[in-house]
């Protein structure tokens, strides 16, 4: 057999390049695997609110704070229940005089993975009174989301 410099060497590169090219890609790999994200507790307190200036806590109407956007939101979930009985749901907080009610008009759809139904909306209370239409489809998670709403005139 000879074993000559030529192939040696020839047969060796190629292995060598193949070994560094891993080498550095492993290397690589390994740094980047150490990195890592820890999240760590907010300085601002829950109290904070981090919004911009202005902005209503209710898609439906400016003059609802968030305490009534919470009660509204909740009425609305019972009126438009597909398994509710399709009736008028009242709600009101106190604190701020702010009430309405929501009335489901016709029957549940589906939706893109949701199911949603129009309503009619009264909000009155402290404000002037507001009637609106709207749809609002829910999720799988359960949540409602208002969306389309305008301004409705009683007949």
């Known amino acids: ?3 000559g410099r030529t ?9 060598a ?3 560094s090219r891993c ?3 492993g290397v690589a790999g390994f740094s980047a695997a150490c990195s890592a994200v820890i999240p760590l507790p907010s300085l601002i ?6 919004s911009s200036i202005g902005a209503s806590p209710s898609p439906l ?3 609802l704070d968030a305490e009534d956007w919470r009660r509204a939101r909740a009425a609305l979930g019972v009126a438009l229940d597909p398994q509710g009985n399709g009736a008028a749901v009242v709600w009101d907080n106190p604190k701020s005089g702010a009430k309405g009610s929501f009335t489901p008009v016709g029957q549940a ?3 893109d993975d949701k199911i949603c139904r129009a309503f009619l909306a009264d909000i009155g209370g402290a404000a002037p009174g507001q009637n609106l239409q709207g749809v609002a489809c829910r999720d799988k998670s359960g949540e ?3 969306g389309d709403v305008k301004p409705w005139k009683k007949i």
């Open 1 to 3: 057999m000879r074993f």
């Open 61 to 63: 109407s400016s003059s």
């Open 45 to 50: 307190s829950g109290d904070d609110v981090t």
């Open 109 to 111: 759809r589906p939706s």
């Open 23 to 25: 080498l550095a890609v």
């Open 144 to 146: 409602w989301a208002v």
């Open 7 to 15: 192939n040696s060497t020839r047969c060796y590169r190629p292995a």
């Open 17 to 19: 390049a193949f070994a």
